[in-house]
């Protein structure tokens, strides 16, 4: 059964950091692209960032470029999401989804995921 389980989510002061996981299961991790998304209340879900699977290019919207970090320990079967310099547009639910299979580059539209985590929390507020 494939699954995602994210964590790591939680209350932050602007300018912090935190750094979710999305830990997998069902599925060789590898070999598929991995992408992490939000939604703040009131707003459409946003793609945040992805990878490509097979040490795949990793890709980042314009609104967290330069902060955020994606990266993969397929040993551990997870990806994590590290975020620094949070600010308190941030705030959203963060979810982690699985996408295509072999596929070096990815994309941010949700059609491209099939499996989706149940989503952590992420409230940046002083």
């Known amino acids: 059964q494939v699954q995602l389980v994210e964590s790591g989510g939680g209350l932050v002061q602007p300018g912090g950091s935190l750094r979710l996981s999305c830990t997998t299961s069902g599925f060789t991790l590898d070999h598929y692209t991995i992408g992490w998304f939000r939604q703040a209340p009131g707003k459409e879900r946003e793609g945040v960032s992805c990878m490509g699977s097979v040490n795949g290019s990793a890709f980042y919207a314009d609104s967290v470029k330069g902060r955020f970090t994606i990266s993969r320990d397929n040993a551990k079967n997870t990806v994590y999401l590290q975020m620094s310099s949070l600010q308190p547009e941030d705030t959203a639910v963060y979810y982690c989804?699985?996408?295509?299979?072999?596929?070096?580059?990815?994309?941010?539209?949700?059609?491209?995921?099939?499996?989706w985590g149940q989503g952590t929390q992420v409230t940046v507020s002083s």
């Open positions: 989804a699985l996408g295509g299979a072999y596929n070096y580059y990815c994309g941010l539209s949700d059609y491209e995921y099939d499996v």
